[in-house]
């Protein structure tokens, strides 16, 4: 069973600073993707990432994938308040072929920058 | 503008009540889906469909209940069974074939009073 950590649960930074959560899963994936959540909203695709040693980048976030440690990382570079959100890494398990359904997402990590 | 949409934003439900929520989208996505989400908890998937007139059981789908009559709409019935519905209902979609990512649409909040 595909189970996905994701570290820390809370992260509370002040502005400018820099900082990374962690996405760590259990089995064999060939997919991740990183979500991000306002509060009572939905959540919204932020990066895919699809083979190891991928980076992707877009504004002050960078996200990495590094398949041999089962691991994923989101770095924020100089944080601003307006990145306030929750953040869902999903893992699907590896050779799942087209079937994008079976997704394990982490419990999210809940960012407050504060000013 | 392309996109899923979800009725109604809340819903309140007496114990013993069947009900339903809507999904519908304009992606063109073959694959559809709905989860829960849970306060402080990641998703977990009730349903899926890839394909119209097909779905399959998700992780949670004692309780529930779907149909995929038209490729636009995916609606999930929360039937009495369900023990502790009180949640936050998304639905998303995606095209099949791998690494698609799924988009979501804007959720149903259920509270059972």
């Known amino acids: 069973e595909l189970k996905v950590e994701q570290n820390p649960l809370f992260l509370s930074m002040q502005e400018g600073k820099n900082y990374t959560i962690y996405c760590n899963y259990s089995t064999t994936s060939d997919r991740l993707y990183w979500y991000r959540q306002d509060p009572g909203k939905s959540l919204e695709s932020l990066f895919v990432?699809?083979?190891?040693?991928a980076v992707k980048q877009e504004g002050r976030l960078m996200a990495s994938l590094d398949t041999k440690a089962r691991l994923s990382t989101l770095h924020i570079t100089a944080a601003v308040h307006d990145l306030s959100a929750t953040y869902f890494c999903?893992?699907?398990?590896?050779?799942?072929?087209?079937?994008?359904?079976?997704?394990?997402f982490g419990k999210g990590t809940l960012l407050t920058v504060n000013p | 503008d392309g996109g899923i949409t979800q009725s109604p934003k809340y819903l309140f439900r007496k114990e013993g009540q069947n009900v339903t929520l809507s999904c519908e989208q304009n992606l063109n996505h073959d694959a559809m889906y709905w989860y829960r989400q849970d306060p402080g908890q990641g998703l977990r998937l009730i349903y899926y469909?890839?394909?119209?007139?097909?779905?399959q059981k998700g992780d949670i789908a004692e309780g529930y209940s779907v149909s995929r009559e038209k490729k636009e709409s995916f609606p999930l019935t929360v039937t009495s069974a369900q023990k502790n519905p009180t949640a936050f209902y998304l639905c998303?979609?995606?095209?099949?074939?791998?690494?698609?990512?799924?988009?979501f649409g804007p959720g149903t909040r259920l509270t059972v009073l």
């Open positions: 990432l699809l083979s190891n040693g």
């Open positions: 998303a979609s995606s095209r099949t074939g791998f690494g698609n990512e799924q988009f």
């Open positions: 999903a893992v699907g398990p590896a050779n799942s072929g087209g079937s994008n359904y079976k997704l394990t």
């Open positions: 469909s890839q394909i119209v007139n097909d779905f």
